[in-house]
């Protein structure tokens, strides 16, 4: 099968426009910034999002918190509002507590809890029991009562029992009310019983956990629907796939440009051109079946690292022409000397690696000549 010149020139260039377009997807995205309430140091970020704080994009539907007058993150749930204490996003989990007593075991026997209707899972809900005793009564009876202290005083002792294993208040102790109460585990000591002092709730959806894990950020994969994706992989680095499409983009363009050689070669020896024509066409062959440079080229080119004011060699000049992605600080640049274009390091070494000119202006550095 023949190929005409034209096919052998245009197919190279459009597989580069098809690889640039997907390193530049698959490695960022517009992610919305961590977000908190005043003074409460607990980051808020997607799944989670802060009410009056980003785009509504900026979070999974049901993860909506509001901050309170105490600057607590809250969450809204069927049995009315808890504060958050913490969120463990690569555990995909999170603690809840009374945002006004501090007490849950109160507020709980005001209200059964539920999570009805949300996003989240809690682990266990046992119905427990609940005992006002006398504060002598762990001395006079075998109950080695364990206080639930936030519901306690000086002259009497409130403790819980479950439900499945009580029969009868011991002696100068009675029942206050019976309720489902969220415990991940409890041992009993007689009559006592620990309860955790905060609820922990998980969510399955969004899957994020794993992307969070690998250092990555999660958000939304388009502008519209629910379909999530794991953006900025290990810090600007390649993933995997890319450095196989590196690899894979790198072969086909230089097996193209040898089938290109060959044609005109042919040409040329049937007299389809004449020696001008063909030293011309050889010399634009041999510039764009270059490979690209050595390591230790690459690092002769100047670094630059961008300070904490985000100040650029270039002050209009601030996103990245190969992963699209803005200049932040701390990040480190590398300029091309003969044109004075500068990319993320990590971005040109990876290009200048397989490809010698600039992705820019297509110019060959200077220092590549002297190679040739």
Not at 136 to 142: H, K
Not at 241 to 250: E, G, P, V
Not at 355 to 363: D, M
């Amino acid at each position: 099968m023949v190929f005409s010149e034209n096919y052998i020139i245009i197919i190279p260039h459009f597989l580069l426009f098809f690889f640039l377009a997907f390193i530049s997807r698959s490695r960022s995205a517009e992610i919305c910034p961590e977000t908190t309430c005043p003074s409460s140091g607990i980051p808020v970020k997607f799944p989670f999002r802060l009410s009056h704080y980003g785009a509504v994009r900026c979070g999974y539907p049901g993860f909506e918190l509001s901050c309170n007058h105490r600057s607590d993150p809250i969450v809204s749930l069927p049995s009315g509002d808890f504060a958050v204490r913490s969120i463990y996003y690569e555990r995909q989990t999170f603690w809840i507590d009374d945002p006004e007593t501090f007490c849950l075991p109160k507020r709980l026997l005001q209200r059964n809890f539920s999570v009805s209707g949300t996003s989240f899972k809690v682990g266990n809900l046992v119905h427990f029991t609940f005992l006002n005793c006398s504060s002598d009564a762990a001395t006079t009876t075998r109950a080695k009562l364990m206080p639930i202290s936030c519901m306690s005083g000086n002259n009497f002792t409130v403790a819980a029992i479950p439900a499945e294993i009580f029969t009868v208040p011991p002696p100068m102790c009675s029942v206050i009310s019976t309720v489902l109460f969220p415990v991940e585990e409890w041992w009993l000591d007689d009559w006592g019983i620990y309860l955790n002092a905060n609820i922990e709730l998980s969510w399955d959806e969004p899957r994020c956990g794993v992307c969070e894990q690998r250092g990555g950020d999660c958000g939304f994969k388009r502008e519209s629907g629910l379909q999530i994706e794991c953006f900025n992989l290990g810090n600007h680095s390649l993933p995997t796939i890319s450095q196989y499409a590196i690899l894979t983009t790198a072969a086909i363009l230089g097996i193209l440009c040898f089938i290109r050689l060959r044609y005109i070669r042919r040409i040329g020896a049937s007299g389809g051109q004449n020696n001008n024509d063909l030293a011309s066409a050889l010399s634009d062959t041999n510039q764009h079946s270059i490979t690209g440079l050595e390591d230790p080229i690459i690092e002769s080119y100047p670094k630059t690292l961008v300070g904490e004011s985000g100040r650029l060699p270039k002050a209009n000049d601030n996103i990245c022409p190969i992963c699209l992605s803005e200049y932040r600080p701390k990040e480190t640049l590398r300029t091309i000397p003969e044109c004075n274009h500068y990319f993320h390091s990590d971005c040109i070494d990876e290009w200048l690696r397989v490809n010698a000119t600039c992705p820019l202006c297509r110019n060959l550095p200077g220092t590549l000549f002297s190679q040739l």
